[in-house]
């Protein structure tokens, strides 16, 4: 059971290991070469890498809302060829990460309260039935996995504390520990396809939720948020039915706040 728990954490939301920085930091806009050298050697497309390199400067904020991506920039930023970079823009223009603009290529998509509510409502839907199968299936290597997630959440840094300007780079590895304690979570469902499909929305909402940490990280300190998680964790690992309700209570906290902050932000 642990290796097919752990083939699952290896394939679930590699979008967390990337923003995890688990090889260092990569400034904004470094030339990613010695990155695509060592996708070859694993075995991975430069496409693959790409891809994954464009979708976590989406995630993190690194282009702004409504602009046009010019292909011999991203050429220059991620150092590849053109044939890898059409199909990993291609990709994320299918995914909804990007926005397909006539003859202009691509433009990173704006933002808006319709979009936000509609991912927020099929995560909150996806992600709740997920964990209910989680509990009736996951074993003790997946609750010591929970457990290790939750104490490493804990250990970050909250966003908006420490020095002014270090306040965008913690609030990025908090937000990376906590996309790993709800996929440790839920990992354990036997049901690949529901958990591509919360990755997905997961990672749809990270748009808003980057925007929320960077712009307004004292709703974390308002809130109790450490508490929030250990009592879904503990409620989780008694295989309590009321952890669900949990998890869509803390996933709509979220959703109301990022909502309230992005109508306020456009008045």
């Known amino acids: 059971m642990l290796v097919?728990?752990?083939?699952?954490?290896?394939?679930?939301w590699k979008i967390v290991r990337k923003l995890e920085n688990i090889d260092g930091p990569r400034k904004s806009g470094q030339t990613s070469a010695m990155t695509l050298m060592?996708?070859?050697?694993?075995?991975?497309?430069?496409?693959?890498?790409?891809?994954?390199?464009?979708?976590?400067?989406?995630?993190?904020?690194?282009?702004?809302?409504?602009?046009?991506l010019l292909t011999r920039e991203l050429l220059?930023?991620?150092?590849?060829?053109?044939?890898?970079?059409?199909?990993a823009l291609a990709r994320l223009v299918g995914e909804g990460f990007?926005?397909?603009s006539g003859h202009k290529g691509v433009r990173v998509p704006l933002p808006s309260c319709a979009d936000l509510d509609d991912v927020y409502r099929i995560r909150i839907a996806l992600e709740c039935e997920a964990l209910a199968l989680a509990m009736k299936h996951g074993d003790d290597h997946w609750e010591a996995a929970a457990v290790a997630a939750c104490h490493r959440l804990e250990r970050a840094p909250l966003p908006g504390t420490g020095p002014e300007d270090e306040r965008a780079s913690r609030a990025m590895e908090w937000e990376a520990r906590h996309r790993a304690f709800h996929a440790a979570l839920v990992v354990a469902a036997p049901a690949p396809r529901l958990l591509r499909l919360v990755e997905q929305t997961v990672e749809q909402t990270e748009r808003y939720r980057a925007l929320r940490l960077l712009r307004s990280p004292s709703e974390l300190l308002i809130r109790d948020i450490t508490q929030e998680h250990r009592a879904l964790l503990e409620a989780t690992l008694r295989r309590d039915p009321q952890a669900v309700g949990l998890l869509r209570e803390h996933l709509t906290r979220t959703w109301n706040f990022v909502a309230d902050l992005f109508k306020s932000s456009n008045t």
């Not at 097919?4 to 679930?12: K, T």
């Not at 430069?46 to 602009?67: C, M």
């Open 38 to 68: 060592d996708a070859a050697r694993a075995g991975r497309t430069v496409a693959e890498q790409v891809y994954e390199q464009i979708k976590a400067d989406l995630l993190t904020g690194a282009f702004t809302p409504g602009a046009a």
């Open 98 to 100: 990007l926005v397909a």
């Open 76 to 87: 220059a930023r991620y150092g590849c060829g053109i044939s890898p970079l059409r199909e």
């Open 4 to 12: 097919r728990v752990s083939a699952r954490v290896n394939g679930f």
